[in-house]
């Protein structure tokens, strides 16, 4: 069984940045699609982000387009998830997690398709 662990979480003021990383191990193959997900304070979880490994195809949610960047460091197994220009309604924590393909080829931030979440990181972003 792999293991997630997240890291690089903090407090920011509105238009900050944050680098959030997923150190992955344990895993026999690299998992072929990952993604980022979070959770506000009395909101249901989302997804953030998701990168399909094998091509780097990344797929985003509407409201962080243009602002997140999910990529990845092979030699290191990490997946990052940069942060600019943050804003108060982006605090959550936030978590990895390896996904399953959609329809046979499709690495989509799907809560539903998740198949395991990491610990989690929280993100405050104060105006």
């Known amino acids: 069984q792999g293991h997630l662990v997240e890291s690089g979480g903090g407090s920011v003021q509105a238009g900050g940045s944050l680098n959030l990383s997923c150190t992955t191990s344990?895993?026999?193959?690299?998992?072929?699609?990952m993604g980022w997900f979070r959770q506000g304070p009395g909101k249901e979880r989302e997804g953030v982000a998701s990168?399909?490994?094998?091509?780097?195809?990344?797929d985003y949610a509407d409201s962080v387009k243009g602002r997140f960047t999910i990529s990845q460091n092979n030699a290191k197994n990490t997946v990052h998830l940069q942060m600019n220009s943050l804003r108060p309604e982006d605090t959550a924590m936030y978590y990895c997690?390896?996904?399953?393909?959609?329809?046979?080829?499709?690495?989509?931030?799907?809560?539903?398709?998740?198949?395991?979440y990491g610990q989690g990181t929280q993100v405050t972003v104060s105006s």
């Open positions: 997690a390896t996904v399953q393909l959609t329809g046979g080829d499709n690495c989509l931030p799907f809560v539903s398709r998740v198949h395991y």
């Open positions: 990168l399909y490994t094998t091509t780097g195809k990344t």
């Open positions: 344990g895993y026999t193959s690299k998992p072929n699609c």
